[in-house]
C-alpha cells in the first residue's frame, strides 16, 4: 500500500453485433464494437495503474513500447492504439485488456532472459486483442469479482469491502479458455517471428513458466489465467520451426546480453518501501506504521490496499487509506457498504483517535446469485492526516471464530519508529558475468547465493544447476534485502 487511490469505476453498455474477426476472418456474434472496446481500455487503464502502480523504469518501459509498437504494426489490427505498461508488481504475470492496452509486471520481465522471449510473450498478450478474446469473455459471462490472495480465492461477499474498481480489476482474473491460448501462442510464434526474433525461446519460457508451478505448489498468475492447451512448449517450438521456414532465413535474433544489461538493478519480489511482511508484522517504512498480521495468513500488498486471509478463505481483513474527518468517513464507509451498524464507539488506538464499529450485512440476491449474511468489525483509526481503514469479516455463521484475530490485528497499528525497518531495501537483480567455466550451482554458491535460493535462482536463469555456464556468460544473482 503506497498511497491515497481514486479508482474510476465505469460501466459500459454493450450491444449485439455481427462483425468478421481479423484473425480468423470468420463471422462471429459480438455484444461488443470495436469502440466499445477501446472505451473499456481507456476507462479500465486508470484502474489498473492505480491498482498496481506503475514500475518507474525509462529503459524497461521503452523496449516494451517499442516491441509492442512493432508487433502492433504487423498484427491483424494495426489501427488500434496500442499502449503498452510496466507494473510495479513482483507476480509474473502479462495481461492485455480490450482495445489495445498491455501490460506487463516488472516480475515477469525478471523472469525473462532475452528479447526474443518477451517479443513472444508480447506477441501472445497482443494475439489476445486482434483475435478479440478478452472481448468475448465479456460477451459470454458475467465477470464474477474474485479476489486472488495467493493461491486462495475469497468469494464475491467478500469483495465489496476491497475498494477497489470491480469491473476494471475483473479483467485482471479473466480466464482465457484453451482454445483461445492455443491461438494466442501461434500468434505470438508468427508475430514475433515477423519481427525478427527466435520463436523457439518463447518456448522456453513456457518451460519455466511450468517450473515456476512446482515447488509450494503456487501457481504463477500468468498460468492461472493463460491455461496450457496442453504440450505448449513442445507445439510452440514445432510452429516456430514452421514459422522460421516460411520466412525462408535462420537469421533470427535473441538478444541475452542487451535484455540482461537492461534488467540489471530491477526490483525482484516485494518492495519494502511500498510495504512488507517480516515476522507476521506489516511494515510500511514510507507512511511509517505497523499493525500485527494474523499468523499464517497470506497477505496482498497492493498500493490501494493490503488483504489478508486465512487459508480456509473464510474470512478476510482488509486496510487501506482515505482522507477525510472520522466521522465523515465513518459514514461513508456506511453508506457505501450497506451496513447495518450494531454497535459504535469513540475509542483510542495506541495513543490515536479512532472509531470501532460491529455491523452487519444482510444476505441478498445479485445477478441470480444468493450472498450470505456478513458480520463485519472495522477501526477507523486517525493518523498523519489520514484515516487508516480496517475491515474484518466474515459470514454471520464464522464471525465469531475471528473476531479476536481482527480486534488484535486492528489494535495493534501503531507508530513505526525502527529505522532497520524503515531502512529495509529490496531485493534486486544482479547481472554478473561467469570468471570461469562451472555449473551454474558452483557459479551461484561462489558468488554468495544462499543454498535455499538456488533452486528459484535456476528458474530465474532459465538453466538447471547442473548446466555448464561458459566463462563470460552473464547470468543473474540476487542482492541485498534477503
Partial sequence: MRKLIAFVIFGTLLTVSCSRNP??????????????????????????????????????QNLLARKGAEIAAISHRPNLSYNFR???????????????????????LAHFNNEAELAGVLGHEIGHITAKHSAKQYSNQLITQILFIGGLVVSEDFRKFADVAQQGMGLLFLKFSRDHEKESDKLGVEYSTKIGYDAHEMGTFFKTLKKLSGGEGAIPTFLSTHPDPGDREITVNKLATEAQTKAGTSNFKVERNEYLKLIDGIVYGEDPQQGYVENSVFYHPDLKFK???????KTVNTPAQVNMAPADGKALLSFSATQGTLADVK???ISENNLQVVEQANTMVNGMNAISMLSNVPASNQNGQQTPALTVLTYLIEYNGLIYKFHGLSTQTDFNAYFSTFQTSMKSF??????????K????????????????????????????RLQEL????????????????????????Y
Fill in 23 to 60: 484473425v480468423t476472418g470468420k463471422k462471429e456474434v459480438m455484444l461488443m464494437s470495436e469502440g466499445q472496446e477501446i472505451a473499456m481500455g481507456q476507462e479500465s487503464d486508470p484502474a489498473i495503474v492505480a491498482e498496481f502502480g506503475l514500475y518507474e523504469n525509462p529503459s524497461l
Fill in 86 to 108: 510496466v507494473l510495479d508488481s513482483p507476480v509474473v504475470n502479462a495481461f492485455a485488456v480490450p482495445g489495445g492496452y498491455v501490460y506487463f509486471t516488472r516480475g515477469i
Fill in 291 to 297: 499493525y500485527q498480521v494474523p499468523n499464517g495468513w
Fill in 331 to 333: 459514514n461513508k464507509t
Fill in 414 to 423: 501503531s507508530v513505526l519508529t525502527d529505522q532497520s525497518k524503515i531502512n
Fill in 425 to 452: 531495501q529490496p531485493m534486486k537483480i544482479k547481472i554478473v558475468s561467469a570468471n570461469k567455466s562451472a555449473s551454474l550451482q558452483q557459479l551461484l554458491t561462489e558468488n554468495g547465493m544462499p543454498s535455499n
Fill in 458 to 481: 535456476s528458474i530465474l536463469n532459465g538453466m538447471e544447476l547442473s548446466d555448464t555456464v561458459n566463462s563470460g556468460t552473464l547470468f543473474k544473482v540476487l542482492s541485498g534485502g
